[in-house]
């Protein structure tokens, strides 16, 4: 039965097919699997340097599913490098057969992981495959025929990548893992259209990605979208592996694109638009030292087009941050820390030929606005002794638009706040073809204070506080020549500095303001409307060495500097031995309209002189006219104010110090200075205090040219002079002397002291030329005081004695017209007073009295002795007083009468005994007569005549009476 069964056609064909499925169905789904699952980790482990596990591979005969779990591929050490939890695909074999193109409804890979390390720039999973590469001979390729390339003949229904995960390490950095990776794809035909995929991944710190494809290959239509989120930076930055000197810490980019890629003709066609970039909490560092850093940067609607080669942005904005830089004396440190590092590399590229390219098309590049708001910029400058911080706070800035088409204008705008305090600004339009640039700039509020290190080291002052500012318009005009003008105004207020040692003020204002001030470079010229200076102060200090707070400004070592520089040019100088180029320059135009002082005040102490002198010069108001160096026409001056409160001081007059002709006629004036306050000058070096008076100053200077003439008048009133001083600086010259002898009658001493010099002979200086002159007068004045009383009358001066004959005492009518003359002088100068001391002549006087005395005993005068009577008593005395022996021996020895007569009187004068005392009180008579005549005669009063004691020291120089001035009481 079962033969008859067998032999009907049907039964058979079934059994066969029955059969065929049986061998089918276990071939592919059992053999094929269980061969695959044992054969391929075998090829693989003789094969490649890795090891293959495969937990299972199923194959559905019927549906044509394939199924893999579980795969693990392994490098030499058994450290994973690929690995997969389950991958199924669905065949779609007769589409495929219909098709002629391979067909599948699904590939699903659940779970795959990629682990890649790149040791020593070699890929761990080359490594493993490496065998496989160097066994394969290398065969000459062979040359066929340039075909069009064919799209590959593939279809996927559904192809998903689902909790996928990537791992990139490079040497022993921490490795890059990109997680929760999945991939979709729907109707992906690589011969047509329509293909879309999906892709998503969460990169390290949490980034996401978002790519969403619609493709086609033949021919190339990509349209894609893609969005990354929170991706952060610093874990990629690892892997540029740029040659740059500052690291990445952090950072995180977020961006959102929309990309289109067509094949058009022979060439790709590229639109990047609706493009959004934001990158926020960047910071970057310098040797773990913060370098830069960016709240945000966002760069919004980025469009890009190729081969149009047009890259527009709507708007580059960045937000808050900071920047951190070192300014020494190699430069800025940013300058080299953002550029690359050269590494030496010998394997550059080769330097290109001489061989002449097409030039390319340049980009069109529009970039509508760029943008900082709130970023702060923090400055280190070491190149002072002193390190300075600068804290740079961009407010607010813009520049729009920017592109390569220069030109067009470019309007830009900057607040900026310095050092917490200071604030600039600057608005303007720049043209960049041309290079012009059309702003307005303010400074305000800028703190001096921050400037100190600077100068510090090269003017010894301390600066306690100051503001500068400015506002006004810079334009730029041309480059060559440099064309760059300003005009506006800037100014300096709440100045206050002190010298450095007495901790005194020294000089100060309110406000110091150059008023509609204008500077140009083409040519060099300045212009000020209005130089204005309020409440100027300052402060002038001799201390007790003699040094001044203004000589003590200058900084040790800065002149130190300044000597070697000036010793290192005039040797580089010698060396060289080339005259030195001249100047092609231009001179320099300036031009001021006027100077204007209000409520200044001045200071002047000397604390060198005992007691201290100080003094202070008040209310200072006025103005200086116009100065310029394009007209010789001079300036009007008129400066007024007061000393110490109440004493009236002026400066008046023209002046021009920049014409080709310096002009200069100025009279400064004090008046009703009170003299007390000087008294410790006058007690210093006149060597007396000062009980009262006051001071008239009266100094005119003009100048022509380089010659300086100065006249300088001096009105002292109503000086008195009070008790000596114990200085041993004073003047040894009569100072009370030479006060009385130029004092009028009315207490009143005009002097005038006229000086002259060359301003550019270098030892050229008034206040020595001054001090002379005065110097010069009264020393006249004391050395010929009766020149200068005769200057008083007409004629010669005064006799200085009354002379008188041999032994007389008696004044004569010409002596006294000699005194009524002197008594003329002396009403005029009432604070001198006339001292008498009697005088002799040894031998005259003394002969005279003798003869006198004679006389007296003779009975007549001796000059009347001729009869012989009279010479008959002359012998008879002379017998009595010399001896008859002495008469009888010169009678003898000279016979005749005529003989022996003169020399016998010349014997009896000599033997008549003329004591001191006599020629004492001859002096002192002569003097007692004088003083009469002075007194009852004259009318010269008797308090202002003295009779100086003769007997003690007997004044030898003539038969007279010398006349001495001196200084009342």
Known sequence: MLKQWWEKAWVRRVSYALIALALYCLTLGWGLPSLAERQLPKWIAQ????????????FNPLTWELKVDQVALNDEASIQVVALEQGVVNIEPWRSLFTLSGTFSEITLYEPALDLVNRD??????????????????????????????????????????????????????????????????????????????LALVGPGGGELDLKLDSQLTPLNVQAELALRKVQLQPFWQFLQLPLAFDLDQGALALTTQISVTEQGNGISAHISNSNVDITQVALSHQQQPLLSIDSLNVSELELRWPEQQLAIAGVTLQGGHGHAQLDQDGLNWATLFQPIDNGDDNAAPATTDEPTEPSEPWVVTLDKAAIEQWQFNLTDTTPETAVQWQVLLNSFSAAPLGSDLSKPIALALATTINEQGRFDFSGNLQPDALTL?????????????????????????LLSGQAGFDGTLQLKGTEPLDVSFDGRTEISNFVTQDPNGQRDLLKWKSFALEQLSVATAPMAISI???????????????EDGSTNLSQLSSNDSAAQTDDAVVETAQTDVATNEPAAESTALPLQLEIGQVVITQGSAFFADNSLTPKFATGIEQIEGRIGTLSTDFDKP?????????????????????????????????LNFDNIELTSLN?????????????????????????????????????????????????????????????LMQDSNGVIDLELDISGEVDDPSFAVGPLVMKALTNVITKAVTAPFSLLGSLLEGDPPAQFVQFAAGEIEVTEQAQADLKRLSKALEQRPGLNLALLGSISPNADKRALAERRLSEQLGFEVSDLSSDSDWQRLVRLAQTQLGKETVTVLQQQQPEPAQWQPLLLEKMVEAQAVSDEALSKLALNRAANTKQVLVEVVGLPPERV?????????????????LELSAGS
């Open 47 to 58: 094969n490649t340097n890795g090891s293959l596990s495969i937990a299972n591979i199923s």
């Open 121 to 198: 720039a070699s890929l761990n999973i080359s490594d493993i495959f490496a065998p496989l590469s160097s066994d394969t001979p290398a065969l000459e390729p062979e040359a066929e025929p340039q075909q069009e390339a064919q799209p590959i003949p593939l279809t996927i229904d559904r192809f998903a990548l689902q909790r996928g995960a990537v791992s990139y390490q490079v040497d022993d950095h921490k490795p890059l893992k990109f997680e929760q990776l999945s991939l979709a794809g729907e109707q992906l035909d690589f011969a047509h259209d329509g293909n879309k995929i999906a």
């Open 438 to 462: 059309d702003a307005q700039l303010a400074l305000q509020q800028f703190n001096l204070l921050d400037t100190i290190p600077y100068w510090q080291q090269q003017v010894a002052i301390k």
């Open 529 to 543: 409307d209005t130089v204005k200076a309020v409440a100027p102060y300052a402060r002038i200090i001799i201390d």
């Open 635 to 667: 300036a009007e001056v008129d400066i007024a104010g007061k000393v110490d409160r109440y004493a009236p001081m002026s400066l008046q007059g023209e002046l021009q110090p920049f014409g080709a002709d310096r002009e200069l006629d100025l009279a």
């Open 680 to 740: 410790p000058y006058s007690g210093t070096y006149a060597g007396y205090f000062i009980d009262q008076g006051q001071l008239n100053l009266a100094l005119n200077y003009q100048m022509e040219g380089n010659k300086l003439n100065g006249n300088n008048k001096v009105v002292l009133n109503q000086l008195k002079l009070g008790q000596r001083s114990e200085s041993e600086q004073a003047t040894s010259l009569p100072v009370s002397l030479a006060l009385a």
């Open 946 to 962: 003295f009779v100086r004691e003769s007997r003690v020291n007997l004044d030898t120089r003539g038969s007279r009476v010398n």
